[in-house]
C-alpha cells in the first residue's frame, strides 16, 4: 500500500495564482513549488525547519515549507520570494536588503525577506529588537545578521529605504 | 531526502477520524501540525501506511471556558493559546512555555497544543537520519536491543522535551481521549507512560481531543523557564515550570514540574512538602530547588547536544529561576 499510494491533484494558490498540480501526498510544500512550479527562489537547506531558509508565507505569515505538506497547503494563500516584487520593480524590503549589503551568498535571503514581511505587516516600524526576533528562527552563515537587521529596521521606516 | 510514501486522509469530522483511526490502528500516524512528524518521517523513524490530518477538524480548535474549567481544542495552535484574553490573564507560565515552542513560524499556524503534549520523546543518539544510525546496531526505540547511551540499560532513555508538557503538569490539567466506543478523561501525568521508546499511555485507536485546565485559585502565580542554546527552534535542555499558591504571605500550594529530565515530565513532590507553610525566602527556596536537583539527577542522561553534567547542574538554577518568578506574580 504505502509504495503506491496514490496521487491526488491539488489546487495550490502561489503568488495569486492558483495551480493544480499532481502530487502525491509525501510532497513537501518546499519539493512542489520547486519541482511542479519551478518556483526556485525558496531554497532547501537543513530539511528539518531548523534553518528557515525554506520559509514562505501561508496566508501572510511565515511557514516552514519543507515541514509542510503540498497536500496540507491546500486552501492556504501561499506568497514565494516570486511574488514579492511589483510591476513597479523591487518590494521595498528586497531593495532595502540590496542597497544595505545584506546579501552575501543569498541562500538565506528568501526565507530573511519574506519573514520579515510578515513583520512589517504586524510591526510596520520595528526596532532592532523586534526585527532580530523575527529573524531569530532564521540562520544565515555569512552576513553575522548586522546588516541584514539594518536593512529591515531601514525598511520598515518611511524615508529612503 | 524525500518523505517515504504513505497514504493520506484528511477526515472532515471527529467520528470519520476515529473510525479511521479504528481501522488502521497502528499502521497510521496522527498528524496535528506535522512541525515534529514530518522531520521524523524524513529521518525515516516512523514509517507509517497512512498519515490520519486533523485539519479539517475544526471541532478541535478554539478555547471555550465552562465554569471553572477552561477546555482547549487539542488543534489550536500554540499562537492561539499564546494570544487568547483568558490564557494571558489566567495562565502566563502556559503563554511562557508556549512562546519558547520553535519559533513564530511554528507557533502560530502548524505547532498544536495536542501534537506539542505528545512530541515523541527525543535523543541525540535516535533523532538522526537514517544513514547516520545504519552506523551502529539499532537501539531499543529504533527497534533493535541496546541502548547507546547507557550501554547496560535494557530501556529507552530518550527525553520528553515538550515544552508544553511540563507546564500542563505544573498546572495540573487534564486531557480528554476519545475512540469510537467513548472518551476517558485522564490527568497529564497518566499520559505518560514512562518508557522512552513507547512514551505515551494513548491507544492507536485513541486520539487526543482537548486539553482541561482549572482557573487557579486568587494569590497564584506561575511561570515556565527552559535552558537552550539558540533562542529559537532548540528543545529543551532542561525547562522547569512551576504554579505556586501564596496565602497569607506563606506557601499554599507548589506543583513544580521538570522537563528533559526523563522520559516523562517529572513532578517535584518534594518541593511541595519542603516549601508548604513556609514565608517564600531565598533559603525556602534553595531547599526546594536542591531537592529538584537530587530528583532528577540520575534521571538525567547524555542524550543532549549538552553535557549531562551541565544539565544536573543546571536543574536547580532553572527551578529557582521559575519559582523566583512565579512566586513574584503571585505577590
Known amino acids: ?113 519574506l519573514t520579515a514581511k510578515a513583520l512589517l505587516d504586524e510591526i510596520p516600524r520595528p526596532g532592532e529588537q523586534e526585527a532580530r526576533e523575527a529573524i531569530a528562527a532564521n540562520i544565515c552563515r555569512c552576513t553575522g545578521y548586522t546588516k541584514i537587521v539594518e536593512a529591515i529596521v531601514a525598511a520598515g521606516g518611511d524615508d529612503d529605504a | 531526502m524525500r ?149 547496560d540499560s535494557k530501556e529507552c532513555s530518550a527525553s520528553c522535551q515538550s515544552d508544553g508538557a511540563v507546564m500542563l503538569v505544573a498546572l495540573g490539567a487534564q486531557v480528554v481521549l476519545r475512540n469510537v466506543s467513548g472518551e476517558r478523561v485522564i490527568k497529564i501525568p497518566e499520559l505518560f507512560s514512562g518508557l522512552g521508546d513507547a512514551p505515551f499511555s494513548l491507544t492507536p485507536d485513541e486520539l487526543l481531543t482537548e486539553i482541561r485546565l482549572f482557573l487557579p485559585p486568587p494569590g497564584t502565580g506561575m511561570s515556565y523557564r527552559k535552558l537552550r542554546w539558540r533562542s529559537s527552534i532548540d528543545f529543551p535542555l532542561v525547562s522547569a515550570g512551576t504554579m505556586v499558591t501564596l496565602s497569607n504571605g506563606k506557601f499554599d500550594r507548589v506543583r513544580l514540574a521538570l522537563g528533559a529530565v526523563g522520559p516523562a515530565p517529572l513532578l517535584v513532590n518534594e518541593a511541595d512538602k519542603a516549601l508548604r507553610g513556609r514565608a517564600p525566602d531565598s533559603e525556602a527556596i534553595e531547599e526546594a530547588t536542591a531537592q529538584a536537583g537530587k530528583k532528577a539527577e540520575g534521571s538525567i542522561v547524555e542524550n543532549t547536544v549538552a553535557p549531562a553534567e551541565y544539565r544536573r547542574k543546571m536543574v536547580a538554577v532553572l527551578a529557582r529561576r521559575a519559582l523566583s518568578a512565579a512566586i513574584e506574580r503571585a505577590r
Open chain 2, 3 to 151: 518523505l517515504p510514501a504513505f497514504d493520506y486522509l484528511a477526515p472532515g469530522s471527529l467520528k470519520d477520524a476515529l473510525e479511521v483511526l479504528a481501522e488502521h490502528g497502528s499502521a497510521a500516524v496522527v498528524q496535528a501540525g506535522g512541525t515534529d512528524l514530518v522531520p521524523r518521517l524524513r529521518q525515516r523513524l516512523v514509517r507509517p501506511d497512512l498519515v490520519v490530518s486533523l485539519k479539517n477538524l475544526n471541532e478541535l480548535r478554539g478555547i471555550a471556558r465552562e465554569g471553572l474549567t477552561l477546555r482547549i481544542g487539542a488543534m489550536t495552535t500554540l499562537k492561539e493559546v499564546m494570544d487568547h484574553d483568558e490564557v494571558q490573564g489566567q495562565f502566563p507560565g502556559l503563554v511562557e512555555a508556549m512562546a519558547s515552542v520553535g519559533s513564530p513560524h511554528i507557533q502560530h499556524r502548524t505547532g498544536a497544543i495536542g501534537g506539542n503534549l505528545l512530541l515523541g520523546t527525543r535523543c541525540l543518539q535516535y533523532n538522526q537520519s537514517e544513514w547516520w544510525r545504519s552506523g551502529r546496531e539499532h537501539c531499543h526505540k529504533d527497534g533493535g536491543q541496546v541502548c547507546h547511551v547507557l550501554p
Open chain 1, 1 to 113: 500500500m504505502s509504495n503506491k499510494a496514490p496521487k491526488v491533484v491539488i489546487e495550490l494558490k502561489v503568488n495569486g495564482e492558483e495551480h493544480d498540480i499532481l502530487v502525491p501526498p509525501h510532497l513537501t510544500l518546499l519539493e512542489a513549488l520547486r519541482e511542479k512550479l519551478e518556483l526556485t527562489g525558496t531554497k532547501e537547506g537543513c530539511g528539518e525547519g531548523v534553518c528557515g531558509s525554506c520559509t514562505v508565507l501561508m496566508d501572510g505569515r511565515p511557514v516552514r515549507s519543507c515541514l509542510t505538506l503540498a497536500v496540507e497547503a491546500v486552501g492556504h494563500e501561499i506568497t514565494t520570494i516570486e511574488g514579492l516584487a511589483g510591476p513597479e520593480g523591487l518590494h521595498r524590503l528586497q531593495d532595502s536588503f540590496v542597497r544595505h549589503g545584506a546579501i552575501q551568498c543569498g541562500f538565506c535571503t528568501p526565507g530573511m525577506i
